[in-house]
């Protein structure tokens, strides 16, 4: 008995050696053959690994089957812009080709895009992007309304892949720009399910996750409602003083309670957070057809906490709003928030976020982990006020500049694709998160901030110096009597004028040279005709002449001294991003024609102030040449008027803010009746035209970017009852008033 008991102890220690040595030396064999040692990243391994197993699982691999996405996997899961976009087609300039409508239709049902496709297409339609000439294109836009790929959804289009196979420039997605708010439908949402092959498009995408993400070609954009704005936009709700920092409630949501599937588990667990104080945080189980069969105990309490806020109310009165995923990683709290000011505490793990190619979020919301949601309440209340309040201040920037509209939102997208072009100079992180943001600062112009309005102190206005341009359209006679030639005098005579160039626009002949007035020898003078100089057919042109930051634009009926030419030009100094001159008028609603309306009439307030005697800075003609809609310029050029309207728009829209009005000792004078040199100023059909500009530029703009406002600036003990010399500016009131 002893021996066999001895003999078993044996067999079993013998058979545990054996598995143990000998388990060790397959393991240690298996991981030297194992294939991810070849690999530079297991994160890689990783992703791809899930990537092929979420596809394969999906209803589309089971409907067009898995050769497509083997090919989409392997070739162009890992496109780059070197890799799957042609360069050469953007050689000359970064233009946009949008297919027709119904393109190579060939018996297929005729397509008609969403409305809100066709604002995506309007809008580059109607852009300086936009080119008629595919030749001439570096991008290329589907007609093809790709925005909703959700096959339960109203605005799904099918056999997508069989109209594209049936673009001559389609070439399997290159240089193509595709665009998708939803992919994917009940019940598994899968991301990558567009219903098509995009080939080497480039995606730009909602709710794109980091893993189907590839850096540095596609672009995650927001998701926003098919209701948003095309152009313009709602402006935020945050005003520059809006205190106090901390609002009623710290944290807050309102939103539907998934009963299960995705998305589901952060959303249930929120009753644990709500205290009903200032955690309020309030869901509902009441969407879908089958809820009441699906609820559970929990959600008549839920429902009824749920309708005792207001959701408005709750996002302009919360300090930071919960933005926790949807059936997708994206969700339209997210943009709600940003508007309201409201900072984002967002819950979404994995989500790439809008822009983040060029936005740095940390600046305008707190990313927190679904792991940890029981976290969420003290990481909020630790963060404190200071920085409060300029995560609430970028928020606003942010959507005022990039995601207010349908319009921002593809130029942004644009823009991200045009500076990863070679040769093109690219805008860095300060540019593009700080006002006026990138879309309305281009380095064509300067790689210098100081040379830009909006990005220098007051303190240091760039040089001490101005340009005058005096624009000559009535032609009147030149003698030493003559409005023109006190005019040019007058301006000589300032300390800080560098440069005088007359644009001479009159069918009267151009007066000799030698009928100008002598300027002193530190002011250079030209005279420019429309037959030679394309500054005189449009008026803010960039000219190479003008060189200094500020530029004195004069019409030839200018009333000024010099003290009035000095006293605004020290003024502008203050305010470089805003026009700051003499005669302003001012726009209003008029509610009988359900119109803007546009007066001339002295009152309290004003809006515009006419570039007929003001100082702007360089940068605007720029913007106004190479930045305005065509459709803008159009108007402008066809009606033969209302420039000095359109450039008080676009000052407006950049800087948020109205134009200066500064002081002046005496009005325009009237012309007596009859006279052949009548100013078009006191034609009524002149000013009937410019209401009418009025009306067209809000409409293209989509807003009224023009402010009121009931500030003059004078100088010091200007009409002060003392000594005239101890007054700087004393000619404002020894000469007329």
Known sequence: MQAKKRYLLVLSCAFLAYCYFGGYRLKNESNLTSPHRMLPSYVDVLSDHLYIRDIESSPQFRRIGSSTYKKVNNSYRNCRMETCFDYRKCHSDFKVYVYPLNDEMNGETPLTPSPAYQKVLDVILESRYYTSDPSQACLFVLAIDTLDRDSHSSDYVRNVQSRLHRLKLWNNGRNHVVFNLYSGTWPDYVEDDLGFDTGEAILAKASMSMSSFRPGFDISIPLFFKSHPERGGDAGFVTSN??????????????????????????????????????????????????????????????????RYDYDLLLQNSTFCLVPRGRRLGSFRFLEALQAGCVPVLLSNGLQMPFSEVIDWNKA??????????????????????????????????????????????????????????????????????????????????????????????????????????????????????????????????????????????????????????????????????????????????????????????????????????????????????????????????????????????????????????????????????????????????????????????VSHVTRRPPIKVTQRKQYKEQPPGNSLRSPWNDPDHFIQRQTCLNTFAAVFGYMPLLRSNMRLDPVLFKDPVSNLRKKYRQIELVGS
């Open 242 to 307: 809006n205190f106090p920092v901390t609002k009623r409630y710290l944290l807050a949501f309102k939103g539907k309670r998934y009963l299960y599937g995705i998305g589901s588990e952060t959303r249930n667990a929120l009753y644990h957070l709500h205290n009903d104080r200032d955690v309020v945080l309030v869901t509902t189980c009441r969407h879908g057809k089958t809820w009441k069969e699906r609820k559970d105990q929990r959600c008549d309490e839920d429902n009824a906490e749920f309708d």
């Open 365 to 650: 919301l707190i990313m927190a982990d679904e792991r940890l949601l029981l976290q969420v309440p003290e990481i909020v209340r630790s963060i404190p006020a200071t920085k409060v309040f300029a995560l609430r201040q970028q928020t606003q920037v942010l959507w005022d500049r990039y995601f207010s509209s349908v319009e921002k939102i593809v130029f942004t997208t644009l823009e991200i694709i045009r500076e990863r072009l070679p040769l093109q100079r690219k805008r860095d992180g300060i540019i593009w998160n700080n006002s006026p943001g990138a879309l309305l600062t281009f380095p064509e112009f300067s790689d210098f901030w100081p040379h830009y309005p909006f990005h220098i102190a007051p303190a240091a206005a760039a040089d001490d110096n101005f340009t005058a341009v005096v624009y000559c359209q009535l032609g009147a006679p030149l003698t030493p009597s003559s409005t023109l030639f006190r005019l040019i005098k007058n301006v000589a005579k300032s300390q800080h004028v560098s440069k005088i160039l007359v644009a001479w626009n009159s069918d009267k002949p151009l007066p000799p040279h030698s009928r100008w007035p002598p300027l002193p020898g530190h002011v250079s003078f030209h005279v420019l005709q429309e037959s030679s100089e394309p500054l005189i057919a449009q008026r803010f042109f960039p000219h190479p002449l003008l060189k200094s930051a500020a530029i004195l634009s004069l019409d030839e009926d200018a009333l000024l001294n010099t003290d009035e030419i000095d006293f605004a030009f020290q003024v502008w100094k203050s305010f470089p991003e805003r026009i700051v001159g003499y005669p302003a008028r001012s726009h209003y609603w008029d509610d009988a024609k359900g119109s803007w309306g546009y007066t001339s009439k002295w009152t309290n307030d004003y809006s515009i102030v006419l570039t007929g005697a003001a100082f702007y800075h360089r940068y605007y003609n720029y913007l106004y040449t190479e930045w305005l809609s065509p459709l803008l310029l159009k108007t402008v050029q066809q009606s033969h008027n209302c420039e000095d309207i359109l450039i008080n728009f676009l």
